[in-house]
């Protein structure tokens, strides 16, 4: 029967913890830049304006159609050539990592805006008319009454899809980036226990995951007693 | 960036000697991916559906044995899932499984751990859709069947399951949708469906724009063809009055 080398993992933890390093920089760059440019599609396409609903609209279902990997993929293709165009950059700068990171921040932007799309729609009429009848702008009424109640309103979802995305960063596999899945593996390879890495990738990733979902789920129940429901 | 262009390089016949042309292999990656998707689909269908009437039931052992299920599938991510499939399945079989598993041909291998690696993962993410589908039901609708004298598998047969399948069509046309585009994992345990050819074609022609291309526009048209098919089955099932449509 099978049993675990947890001296060759322990061995092998400085690889395990870089990856486990770019894994998190991917997802928390994903997060940031995802919520920034995923709030502004929201109010792109809540707008009453046609042409920035079309192209919030465009945006979302162009990124949403293709898959994850041809989309790093793709990433992976253009990105070097603009860094080289637009900056001359060090030799240090790990090009892979860059481009892993603005696919997933442009994808999540995607992921993000349906989302917060989707609590600024949920909220009642009135609230804008409130504010507008306070003499705010629209401006000041997305700002400080829409907003903050949409992405109060969507943080269960919007913390899943973080979740989400950490699982996700796991397919930098294909362009060979040495995130914390990938170098599991190659250690796998390099010492011939494939298998027990990627139990033992399989069973980190499931316990930081369930320990999130656990996390977000007691925040919902949180909630709904306190609005009383 | 001087690119040059060469769509023509799609016509021109393989190099590996074979009487293909690169069309001719992306068109095989298209088929490989339909076959995938529809395959695991099928047994995301199934797999889902019992866990997720599992999760509905009265026993508290069927309930918890749904819920691990969902854990475990849920918070692994997917390409993990497909090498575990692929490297640790076998090993942890039975010695005449495992060795029959090993000792067929390379594609068909690929084929079959892919399809099983999708299927048992979208079939997790179909359960929890069937499960907040029959949860929504009114709970009279349960207790009727019940009163009636209908057993609980008739009142699952008869009662809950025709309306709770037919509310949930909306959230599985998009699951329908993920799973086609998830079958794109399987390019890194090495079928070649169109992600993979994406990536051969590469290798072999150095002409990545015009094979990226062509394999993004398989996976619009893939897409549309879903969109299609199950707005056609949501117009023949849809339960009058309820979907208010």
Not at chain 1, 9 to 17: C, H, K, Y
Not at chain 2, 162 to 187: C, D, M, Q
């Amino acid at each position: 029967m099978f049993e675990m080398d947890w001296h060759a993992i322990f061995q092998s933890r400085e690889l395990l913890l870089t990856g486990m390093w770019v894994t998190l920089r991917i997802t928390l760059v994903a997060i940031a830049c995802g919520l920034a440019l995923g709030t502004l599609l929201a109010v792109c396409a809540t707008a009453r304006s046609a042409a920035l609903n079309a192209f919030a609209r465009g945006y979302v279902s162009l990124f949403r159609s293709i898959p994850l990997i041809m989309l790093l993929l793709w990433f992976f293709l253009i990105v070097p050539q603009f860094l080289k165009a637009l900056f001359d950059l060090p030799p240090t700068v790990d090009i892979r990592l860059v481009s892993a990171m603005v696919a997933f921040a442009l994808l999540e932007a995607a992921f993000f805006s349906e989302i917060i799309r989707a609590g600024i729609q949920s909220l009642p009429k009135g609230q804008w008319q409130a504010a507008q009848a306070l003499g705010m702008g629209s401006y000041q009424t997305l700002r400080y009454v829409v907003l903050p109640q949409a992405l109060k309103a969507m943080l269960p979802v919007l913390l899943t899809q973080c979740i989400v995305i950490f699982q996700d960063t796991s397919l930098v596999y294909v362009i060979a980036l040495g995130d914390f899945f990938r170098r599991a593996t190659s250690i796998g390879e390099r010492d011939g226990n494939l298998m027990q890495m990627l139990l033992f990738a399989g069973a980190t990733y499931w316990l930081i995951c369930s320990a999130l979902t656990l996390l977000v789920d007691l925040m919902k129940r949180g909630r709904r007693s306190r609005v009383g429901a | 960036m001087d690119y040059h262009w060469n769509w023509g390089v799609l016509l021109q016949p393989v190099a590996t000697g074979e009487p293909h042309t690169y069309l001719g292999w992306l068109a095989t990656g298209f088929m490989n991916t339909v076959a995938l998707t529809l395959c695991a689909w099928l047994l995301a269908l199934v797999v889902g559906s019992l866990a997720g009437i599992a999760r509905t039931l009265p026993s508290r052992f069927a309930r918890a044995a749904g819920t691990a299920y969902v854990s475990l599938f849920r918070n692994v991510p997917l390409i993990v899932q497909f090498f575990v499939w692929y490297f640790v399945v076998p090993e942890l079989l039975p010695a005449t499984a495992g060795d029959w598993i090993k000792g067929l041909p390379p594609y068909t291998q690929f084929f079959v751990v892919s399809v099983l690696a999708l299927g048992v993962y979208t079939g997790s993410r179909v359960c929890e859709q069937l499960r907040a589908g029959i949860e929504a039901l009114p709970k009279g609708q349960r207790n009727a069947g019940l009163a009636l004298g209908l057993t609980l598998g008739q009142t699952y047969r008869h009662v809950l399951l025709p309306v709770a399948y037919r509310t949930i069509i909306p959230p599985l046309t998009s699951e329908f949708l993920i799973i086609s585009k998830n079958s794109a994992v399987a390019s890194t345990i090495g079928l070649l469906e169109l992600s993979g050819q994406a990536r051969q074609l590469v290798d072999y022609t150095a002409q990545p724009y015009e094979s990226f291309i062509c394999v993004t526009l398989g996976y619009v048209v893939l897409n549309f063809l879903i969109i299609r098919l199950m707005g056609f089955v949501r117009n023949r099932t849809h339960v009058p009055g309820l979907l208010g449509q």
